[in-house]
């Protein structure tokens, strides 16, 4: 086979710089066919990307489009709440949240709840208004002779004092200027030097309510008086027996000093009583006071508009409104039921004992069982007191425990002087009163739930007296009448349980003068309150009704009902 060159210049030869240049041409070639490359890469990679985020666009569309149709269907079963609204929500459920957690609590001194939260807002009043109260079978009109609250409250606005009570039972001077406590038996009121004939002023007063004696609520006060006479610039004040709490009687009406009062009594008839407006900034210028002998006509002069206030206690005279709008606040009429107990029981002497028993005892519910509409709770025999019992079973159970007390099938025991005790009261109640059988019933199963057991001793009341000056029993239940004053030495047999009550009671009774007085009754309710000396279950209330445009109650209580009487008045209506 013969040999055949394919290509004749492959072996020609060249120069050194024609290499170097066909190397150089080499290169270029190649940097510029990598290039292209490169550019070809990126290109397919960016074109890769962009595929791929436009595929999950889509997918994102299909979804949104997806949620889009579910919460289109939900729309059509479910009303749309607004942002605002939901937070109102919030704040409502943060609010009653801190609202119950207050409920459960340990003993503090707090304030007592007032029945009515909201005080009335400042409003204009109409000028030179008449008031039109109404009573149903008032005793009497007669201003020395009643024993109605609501009209001897008026009659202070008639008359002068020589001093006043305010609702912590802080002493204010209006006619007296001094008051000087020589002993319990001895007082010397001095008075102003502008006020003639004072001491006939005081004397005579105190002849008229002497004279109707049990028919005027001021006799107590003065009953005790052996004898007043005038004494250089003051007047000398002379018990029968040691009174430390007299300053706060020389609160009786001065029915002989009427010139600068507030109002005056310009009429009077068996049915009807007017007070008018004389040194006073109230809108008010005439109260009247009607006596109806027939609930119903006076419900019917209410609903007509004919009266502007009237008094109820009972459930029957309420319903008689109808659908007739108007306003109800509530006042302590006097009578509250009480826990006491035998200071000389073996356990009710325990302080944690009696503690465990306060904490345990759900009063809200009692009232609510016994009566709702026309009861309170009062702690304290004191009808002014901000002390105030909390219903704790965590603090009750807490309370035993920390004073080596141990739960023993559902009943605490404890050894005492070497003998092991079960937490186990006697319990006194008059089977004939259905009202303090329910309520001890009540009492029983909530001690119950603590650990205490309660045994309920049911007796006659024949037998019941006995029971009771024999001290057979650990506790029992009773109605106390409580008024204005913080007198409450008629119960030291049952609060005077031990020396610390003993001593503060000693210092009430060594009180120099009114200021001295005041800081000691004060600290009285204190040291009752720690002690657990008794434990108040319910006050009685009286609603006072009122008209919608009628205003200014943002106080009430037993005889301070018109307490703020310059704010109170018709409500001027706003022409819109």
């Given at each position: ?139 009497t009109t007669d201003v020395l002779a009643t024993k109605n609250i609501v009209l001897n409250e008026l009659n202070l606005f008639s ?173 302590r009429d006097g009578e509250n039921l009480f826990l006491f107990g035998n200071k000389n029981s073996e356990l009710y002497k325990l ?226």
């Amino acid at each position: 086979m013969s040999a055949q060159i394919i290509d004749p210049q492959r072996y020609k030869k060249t120069t050194r710089k024609e290499v170097e240049e066909k190397k150089k041409n080499n290169k270029i070639r190649y940097s510029t066919k990598k290039k292209k490359e490169n550019d070809l890469k990126y290109k397919k990679k960016k074109l890769d990307k962009i595929k791929k985020e436009k595929k999950k666009l889509e997918k994102d569309n299909e979804k949104t489009i997806k949620k889009e149709q579910q919460y289109t269907k939900v729309k059509k079963n479910k009303v749309y709440i607004p942002t605002f609204v939901k937070v109102c929500i919030v704040i409502v459920l943060i609010v009653a949240i801190g609202f119950l957690s207050r409920k459960i609590v340990s003993f503090e001194n707090i304030p007592i709840l007032s029945v009515f939260s909201n005080k009335d807002s400042k409003v204009e009043l109409e000028n030179d208004y008449n008031l039109k109260l109404g009573i149903s079978k008032l005793d009497t009109t007669d201003v020395l002779a009643t024993k109605n609250i609501v009209l001897n409250e008026l009659n202070l606005f008639s008359s002068n004092q020589l001093i006043k009570i305010n609702n912590n039972y802080e002493i204010e001077y209006n006619l007296a200027t001094k008051i000087e406590k020589v002993n319990n038996k001895e007082y010397l009121v001095y008075l102003d030097t502008n006020l003639n004939k004072g001491f006939e002023c005081i004397n005579n007063s105190i002849q008229k309510i002497t004279k109707n004696k049990d028919n005027n609520v001021y006799y107590k006060n003065i009953e005790n008086i052996k004898e007043v006479a005038k004494e250089n610039d003051y007047i000398r004040f002379s018990l029968k027996e040691d009174d430390p709490y007299f300053i706060y009687k020389l609160d009786f009406p001065l029915s002989e000093n009427t010139i600068d009062t507030m109002y005056q009594i310009n009429s009077k008839n068996e049915n009807k009583i007017n007070f008018l407006r004389t040194n006073s900034d109230s809108k008010v210028k005439n109260i009247s006071l009607t006596n109806y002998t027939d609930t119903d006509d006076m419900v019917k002069d209410f609903r007509d508009d004919k009266i502007d206030i009237f008094f109820a206690s009972s459930d029957s005279i309420m319903q008689l409104i109808g659908k007739h709008e108007y306003n109800v606040k509530k006042y302590r009429d006097g009578e509250n039921l009480f826990l006491f107990g035998n200071k000389n029981s073996e356990l009710y002497k325990l302080t944690e004992v009696r503690k465990a028993l306060a904490y345990s005892i759900k009063r809200e519910d009692i009232i609510k069982e016994v009566n709702n509409s026309f009861s309170e709770l009062i702690d304290l025999p004191f009808i002014y007191s901000d002390i105030k019992y909390k219903y704790d079973i965590y603090g009750a159970e807490n309370e035993l425990l920390s004073n080596g007390w141990k739960k023993e099938n559902g009943v605490y025991t404890k050894e005492i002087n070497g003998v092991k005790k079960k937490l186990e009261l006697s319990f006194l109640v008059n089977d004939e009163d259905s009202v303090k059988k329910k309520v001890a019933e009540n009492i029983k199963k909530m001690a119950q739930n603590v650990g205490i057991k309660i045994n309920i001793n049911k007796v006659k009341s024949k037998d019941f007296e006995k029971n009771l000056k024999d001290k057979k029993y650990d506790i029992i239940l009773a109605d106390v009448y409580i008024n204005q004053y913080p007198d409450i030495r008629f119960l030291n047999e049952y609060v005077n349980i031990n020396d610390n009550i003993n001593n503060a009671f000693e210092t009430v009774n060594n009180s120099k003068d009114k200021e001295e007085l005041e800081k000691n009754i004060s600290a009285l309710q204190d040291t009752m309150s720690s002690e657990i000396a008794c434990i108040g279950i319910l006050a009685r209330n009286t609603n006072m009704v009122y008209q919608k445009y009628i205003t200014g109650f943002d106080y009430t209580n037993y005889m301070m009902i018109f307490n703020n009487l310059n704010n109170i008045g018709k409500i001027v209506k706003k022409e819109e």
